[in-house]
C-alpha cells in the first residue's frame, strides 16, 4: 500500500467516515473502504451493537501493549452469548421468532459474516483502523436488523439502511390492511394490482373471505360449463408425477372418475347463474337500501352447491347445460368482467393460497397441534398442522389449516389467504415471478427511487393446476433450491434465475416487445407508489435513514404486473451469476444515492431513478398558541 493510502484511514477519521455492517454484505465492506472509510467492526461472538465506554477502551489498549489477549480487535459491549434472538425475516419486527434451539436464519447469516471477515488479512491496516475507532460512533450502518443495535447508539448514527415499525408495509397481514385504506389516497382500485386478500382471524373479513370463495365458485362453474366439449369434461388430464420433498404439503384436485351413470347436477348452472345476477346486482348498488343479509348468502344451500361444484371442477362430473344457459352464461360472465377486474386471472378451478401473515421465504410456524381430520375424512399429518404457504381448492380446507394454528396474541392475524393467479403468463410452461428493488430515502416528504433493473424467479417444475406442490407454484429461491435441479425443458435456466434484459429479448421473440415498458414497468411502479403511500403514516420515519425493498410481482397472461408482497432487507447473497452481478449493482448504486449525491447532487446514480417525490407540506407551528374564540351572544333588538 502506498504512503497515500496509508493515510487516507486516518484522513478519514478527522472526517468521521466511520461505518460498522452488520450481516453478510461485502460488496457494502468493500465499496466503503475503497471509498476511504474506517470500519468499526461489529463483535462476531455477539449480537448487539453499543458504545463502547473509553475506560474499557483504555484497558484493551493497555493489554494490547502487554502482549495479553487473544480477543477480537474492537471487540463492544456484548449482549451475553446464548440469549433469545430475532428470526431473520423479510419483515421489522418479526411475530414468531424461531425457538433458539434450532438453527434459525439469523445464525446462518452471522456465520456468513464470520467466514468473510476471517477470509480477510487480520493485520492490515483496516484492522488497525477498526481498533482505533472501536468507541467512536459510526456515521453509517449498514444492518440486517435494528433490534441489534443499541437504540442510545442507533440515535446518534447519521445514516442508517433500515427503518423501524415496517409491519403495515413488509407483513402480509399488514399490506392487505394498509391496502385497504387505498381509496383514501388514490382513486384506483385496489383489484386492479392486488389479488384479493383477507385476513383470516378478523371475523368481518373471514365472513368476506367465505362469501368470496361461493361467489368465485358460481363464476368458476359458469366457465366451466362453456369450456366443454361435447361430453368430455375440461380439465381432467392426469396429473404429472410429483417432485416434492418430505413434509410438503401437497393440495390437488383430483383426476377424473366420473363413470358413465355419474350426476349430472342438472341445477347447479341454474342456481350458479341465480348467484351471479344477485351478486351483479349488489355490484350495481340495487341493494343499497337493504337491511337484510347479503342474498348470496342466503339463495341458495351453498354446503351442498360446493360439494357439487367441487365434483364437477376437480373430479370430471358432467354438466347438463341447454342453449339458453349457454347464451345465458355468457351473456352473465360479460357483465361481471367489467365488474370484476380479476375475473381474467381467476381461472375456473378456485385456488387459494394461505400465508403465514409474518413470515417470509415461505417458512411454517414451527409446531403445532396433530390429529386433525380432514373434512373429507383423511388424516392432516403433523406436518401441515402448522405449514407454511399451501394453496388449496377447498373451502373447508382452508378453515381447517388456518384455525389448526393459534396465534400467540388474539389482537395478532396467525394467517392470511389471497386469490391465487391461475393464468399467470409462464416462461416454457414454467410459472416465474419478478424481484423489484425500490429505496426509499424520507417518509415525509414520500421519496422513492426505482431500480431500473431486476431479475426473474422460476420454479422448478412446470406450471399446472392440477399438481400444486410448491416446486410448480412457488418461485422463492429458499424454497426452490430444495428441489433437483434439472429442468423438463432445457430452455429454463438451471439455476433458475434470468435479467430483465433476458426477460425482455424472450418477450421480443413472442411479438411483444413493447409489453416490458408500456405495462409492466408502468404496472410495477404504480403498484409500489400506492403501497407506500398507504403505510406511509404508519411507518416509523427517522430523517437520514432510507431503506432498499424487494417487491415481488406475478405477470399475467395480459403482461398486466400483480403484486405479491413487499420485502424489507431483501437477500443480496447471489443464487446465480445473474444475482451476483445484479445484487452488487443495486448496493453499489444505492451508496451512490445516499452518500455520493449528498456532495453531488449531479452524481451518477446508476439504474436508479427517481419514481416519486412527495411535495413538502408546510405545517403550522400550534404549540402554544391560543386557539380559544372569544365572542358574544346576540340580543334581541
Known amino acids: 500500500r502506498t504512503g497515500w493510502g496509508r493515510l487516507s484511514p486516518l484522513l478519514s477519521l478527522q472526517e468521521k467516515k466511520i ?11 468493500r465499496l466503503l473502504r475503497d471509498r476511504g472509510w474506517v470500519e468499526r467492526k461489529l463483535p462476531r461472538n455477539g449480537k448487539h451493537l453499543k458504545q463502547q465506554p473509553s475506560s474499557q477502551k483504555k484497558r484493551q489498549v493497555e493489554k494490547r501493549a502487554s502482549g495479553g489477549g487473544g480477543g477480537e480487535l474492537g471487540e463492544a459491549v456484548l449482549k451475553p452469548h446464548g440469549g433469545a434472538q430475532p428470526s431473520l425475516g423479510t419483515t421489522e419486527p418479526l411475530h414468531y421468532p424461531q425457538p433458539h434451539s434450532k438453527k434459525n436464519k439469523g445464525e446462518e447469516e452471522d456465520k456468513k459474516e464470520d467466514k468473510e471477515q476471517c477470509n480477510e488479512d487480520p493485520d492490515d491496516i483496516h484492522d488497525l483502523m477498526s481498533f482505533l475507532v472501536q468507541d467512536q460512533v459510526p456515521n453509517f450502518l449498514w444492518t440486517i436488523r435494528l433490534s441489534s443495535v443499541d437504540q442510545e447508539l442507533l440515535q446518534r448514527i447519521e445514516v442508517v439502511n433500515r427503518y423501524p415499525q415496517l409491519h403495515a408495509l413488509c407483513t402480509k397481514e399488514g399490506l392487505c390492511q394498509s391496502l385497504q385504506n387505498l381509496s383514501w389516497f388514490e382513486q384506483v382500485d385496489l383489484n386492479t394490482f392486488f389479488p384479493r386478500c383477507y385476513r383470516l382471524g378478523i371475523v368481518e373479513e373471514e365472513e368476506a373471505f367465505i362469501e368470496d370463495f361461493r361467489l368465485t365458485a358460481a363464476r368458476n362453474l359458469l366457465k366451466l360449463a362453456l369450456e366443454k366439449v361435447g361430453d368430455r369434461p375440461v380439465g381432467t388430464e392426469q396429473p404429472p408425477k410429483s417432485n416434492t420433498v418430505p413434509g410438503d404439503h401437497v393440495s390437488h384436485p383430483m383426476p377424473s372418475t366420473a363413470e358413465p351413470g355419474s350426476p349430472l347436477y342438472p341445477h347447479l348452472v341454474q342456481e350458479a347463474l341465480e348467484v351471479c345476477e344477485q351478486h351483479l346486482g349488489i355490484l350495481g348498488h340495487q341493494d343499497i337500501d337493504r337491511e337484510t343479509p347479503s342474498p348470496c348468502r342466503t339463495c341458495i344451500a351453498w354446503d351442498r352447491f360446493l360439494q357439487e361444484y367441487y365434483r364437477v371442477a376437480h373430479e370430471g362430473a358432467k354438466l347438463v347445460l341447454s342453449r339458453e344457459q349457454r347464451k345465458q352464461c355468457q351473456e352473465v360472465l360479460q357483465r361481471l ?38 373434512p373429507h375424512g383423511e388424516g392432516i399429518p403433523s406436518s401441515l398442522c402448522c405449514p407454511g404457504i399451501v394453496c388449496a381448492t377447498r373451502l373447508e380446507e382452508v378453515l381447517e389449516l388456518s384455525r389448526s394454528c393459534t396465534a400467540p396474541s388474539p389482537r395478532v392475524c396467525e394467517w392470511v389467504v389471497q386469490k391465487y393467479v391461475e393464468q399467470p403468463l409462464t416462461i416454457f410452461d414454467t410459472k416465474f415471478d419478478i424481484r423489484q428493488w425500490f429505496v426509499v430515502t424520507d417518509w415525509k416528504p414520500l421519496t422513492v427511487w426505482f431500480y431500473r433493473d431486476c431479475y426473474l424467479r422460476f ?6 393446476l392440477r399438481r400444486l406442490e410448491p416446486a410448480r407454484h412457488l418461485c422463492n429461491v429458499s424454497i426452490q433450491k430444495r428441489y433437483k435441479t434439472s429442468q423438463p425443458d432445457p430452455r429454463v435456466p438451471t439455476d433458475k434465475i434470468w435479467s430483465n434484459k433476458q426477460f425482455q429479448a424472450y418477450l421480443a421473440q413472442l411479438g411483444r416487445a413493447d409489453a416490458w415498458h408500456r405495462v409492466m414497468v408502468p404496472g410495477m411502479k404504480a403498484a409500489i407508489l400506492n403501497a407506500l403511500r398507504c403505510a406511509q403514516d404508519q411507518v416509523g420515519s427517522r430523517k437520514g435513514s432510507f431503506e432498499l425493498f424487494g417487491a415481488d410481482f406475478l405477470i399475467g397472461e395480459d403482461c398486466q404486473p400483480w403484486l405479491l408482497e413487499i420485502n424489507s432487507c431483501p437477500t443480496m447473497s447471489p443464487s446465480s451469476a445473474v444475482t451476483r452481478r445484479l445484487c452488487a449493482n443495486v448496493q453499489r448504486d444505492t451508496l451512490r444515492l445516499v452518500l455520493d449525491r449528498k456532495d453531488n447532487p449531479t452524481c451518477s446514480i446508476g439504474a436508479f431513478e427517481l419514481l416519486y417525490k412527495e411535495a413538502a407540506v408546510p405545517t403550522c407551528l400550534h404549540v402554544g398558541l391560543k386557539l380559544m374564540v372569544e365572542g358574544s351572544s346576540l340580543k334581541k333588538p
Open 459 to 464: 420454479c422448478s417444475q412446470p406450471f399446472s
Open 337 to 374: 368482467g367489467k365488474k370484476l377486474p380479476q375475473l381474467g386471472i381467476e381461472g375456473n378451478l378456485n385456488v387459494w393460497i394461505l400465508k403465514p401473515s409474518a413470515k417470509s421465504r415461505g417458512r411454517g410456524k414451527a409446531g403445532g397441534s396433530m390429529g386433525h381430520t380432514h
Open 19 to 29: 461505518f460498522a455492517v452488520q450481516g453478510p454484505y461485502p460488496v457494502i465492506r
